[in-house]
T-cell receptor, first 112, second 112 residues
């Protein structure tokens, strides 16, 4: 099964607008994490939300988790040109050394 | 801020050659991981490592791959006999107690 599928695949918005990306998954999870990747570069950890949490904030980021719908959303408020990147959700099902399962990502473009 | 480092940033090798990719995880982390990302595709989990042994591995991590923690700081991925399809970006990650995984900048492996 495919775990951690993001939508939309691509999103283009104007600077200053809010960007919302969604992630769905199929099996039970322990944690869900969001990462940013600039073209050809490394993965930057943004936020982790546990399965018993419903919402988490970090700066301009807001993440929600709905385990009944097996979905999460990442909201970036007041977007900036520097937010242009690909955003991935990644899930694990528990355990300290559990590998993450990544989605294909949402490519976000912020138009100046 | 502590970060995961990887060397080299780019490795070019001939098919059939052995390569060793190196990583220095965050110093107080206990769990270490390798992932790969073939160009344009998802990030895929290869292997996790804890307490000096493999904790979990994916189907991709076959007998051609091995991992080692040769000393107190380095964590290596060896590919014994590279194939063309091993060309990818390889990411090392480490985590502490709660599986919040932090990634290195990656090594781009090109097999000719």
């Amino acid at each position: 099964s495919q775990q951690g599928e993001e939508d939309p695949q691509a999103l283009s918005i104007q600077e200053g607008e809010n960007a919302t990306m969604n992630c769905s998954y199929k099996t039970s999870i322990n944690n869900l994490q969001w990462y940013r990747q600039n073209s050809g570069r490394g993965l930057v950890h943004l936020i982790l939300i546990r399965s018993n949490e419903r919402e988490k904030h970090s700066g301009r980021l807001r993440v929600t988790l709905d385990t009944s719908k097996k979905s999460s959303s990442l909201l970036i408020t007041a977007s900036r040109a520097a937010d242009t990147a690909s955003y991935f959700c990644a899930t694990d099902s528990g355990g300290g050394a559990d590998g993450l399962t990544f989605g294909k990502g949402t490519h976000l473009i912020i138009q100046p | 801020e502590p970060e995961v480092t990887q060397t080299p940033s780019h490795q070019v090798t001939q098919m059939g050659q052995e390569v060793i990719l190196r990583c220095v995880p965050i110093s107080n982390h206990l769990y270490f991981y390798w992932y790969r990302q073939i160009l344009g595709q998802k990030v895929e989990f290869l292997v996790s490592f804890y307490n000096n042994e493999i904790s979990e591995k994916s189907e991709i991590f076959d007998d051609q791959f091995s991992v080692e923690r040769p000393d107190g700081s380095n964590f290596t991925l060896k590919i014994r006999s590279t194939k063309l399809e091993d060309s990818a970006m390889y990411f090392c990650a480490s985590s502490g107690q709660f599986n919040e995984q932090f990634f290195g900048p990656g090594t781009r492996l090109t097999v000719l």
